[in-house]
Nanobody, 117 residues
Framework: QVQLVESGGGLVQPGESLTLSCAAS????????MRWYHQAPGKQREFVAS???????DYAGSVKGRFTVSRDDAKNTVYLQMNSLKPEDTAVYFC???????????WGQGTQVTVSS
């Protein structure tokens, strides 16, 4: 069982930056592909970024070049650095851990990001 806790969300103006963190407990993070999703009001949850256990990354087209996902397995934490934020980035951001061994995945509770002037 893995517990995930996101933090770092908040209210920022367009063009500003935020860094989200996802702290994991209950299992070592190095057997998981870690993913970030977001869900805007009235919309489905959407993929944002992922990082494999070997450090390979992937991004949604809407955030490529602006967001960077990273991981620190020693701290059991994954990060999402978000630059040049836009109002359309406003959403609840969720962390997801996908086990490369069992295929089971786990979700955090989410953290709200609001981009508004």
């Amino acid at each position: 069982q893995v517990q995930l806790v996101e933090s770092g969300g908040g209210l920022v103006q367009p063009g500003e930056s935020l860094t989200l963190s996802c702290a994991a407990s209950g299992s070592a993070l190095n057997i998981f592909t870690m993913r970030w999703y977001h869900q805007a009001p009235g919309k489905q949850r959407e993929f944002v970024a992922s990082i494999t256990s070997r450090g390979g990354t992937d991004y949604a087209g809407s955030v490529k070049g602006r967001f960077t996902v990273s991981r620190d397995d020693a701290k059991n934490t994954v990060y999402l650095q978000m630059n040049s934020l836009k109002p359309e980035d406003t959403a609840v951001y969720f962390c997801n851990a996908l086990s490369i061994i069992s295929g089971k995945d786990y979700w955090g509770q989410g953290t709200q990001v609001t981009v508004s002037s």
